[in-house]
């Protein structure tokens, strides 16, 4: 796929979480004006919760309980159309409710089109860019180790 060809539509798992790890100033510059907007209620307002973060030993071996991380949730509908749902790690509120009200919009068709490539797929392609130069960094810093075997036993 050439640079110039445009990346297909996120399934809205997808976008969920792309949406969950935008910062709170990347989502407040895309949010819509409030009067083009149709009324937002609030079904579950914003909410700071706990999860347990699970482990792997060695990525791949028994599950153990790693520790507890802050989380808010939030659901937002939009006139009597969609739910839009939000989890995001942190205390920021207005990150998740806004983060829902962009879910809410993306399932309406109306607002679908433009903002996968107004919002999501610019912010998946920045998330993609950092995820690789974390990933760069931590190569450079790998350390292989190896044993030599002494003779036969």
Same mark, same amino acid.
């Given at each position: *796929? ?5 990346n297909?539509?996120? /399934?809205r798992?997808?976008? @969920?979480a792309?949406?969950a ?11 819509? %004006?409030?009067d /083009? !907007?149709?009324? +937002?209620?609030?079904v579950r307002?914003p909410? $700071?919760? *706990?999860v *347990? #973060? =699970?482990?792997? $030993?060695?990525? /791949?071996?028994?599950?153990?309980? #790693?520790?507890?991380a802050?989380v808010v949730?939030?659901? $937002?509908? #939009?006139? &009597?159309?969609?739910?839009? +749902?939000?989890y %995001? !790690?942190?205390?920021?509120? =207005? =990150?998740?409710? #806004?983060? %829902?009200?962009?879910? %809410? !919009? ?8 433009? @903002? &996968? ?8 392609? @920045?998330?993609? &860019?950092a995820?690789?130069? =974390? ?5 450079s810093?790998? $350390?292989?180790?190896?044993t030599f ?5």
């Amino acid at each position: *796929m050439t640079s110039d060809t445009p990346n297909p539509p996120l /399934t809205r798992a997808a976008w @969920l979480a792309v949406l969950a790890r935008a910062s709170l100033a990347q989502l407040q510059a895309q949010t819509p %004006a409030a009067d /083009t !907007l149709p009324p +937002v209620q609030q079904v579950r307002p914003p909410e $700071v919760g *706990m999860v *347990m #973060l =699970r482990g792997r $030993v060695g990525g /791949t071996g028994n599950p153990f309980n #790693l520790g507890e991380a802050s989380v808010v949730r939030c659901a $937002v509908r #939009l006139g &009597q159309g969609p739910l839009g +749902v939000a989890y %995001a !790690l942190g205390r920021d509120k =207005r =990150r998740a409710e #806004l983060a %829902a009200l962009f879910d %809410a !919009l993306l399932q309406d068709p109306q607002h679908h089109d433009t @903002l &996968q490539r107004e919002l999501i797929a610019p912010l998946a392609q @920045l998330q993609a &860019q950092a995820r690789t130069q =974390r990933q760069q960094a931590v190569a450079s810093s790998k $350390v292989e180790f190896f044993t030599f075997v002494r003779g036969e036993a």
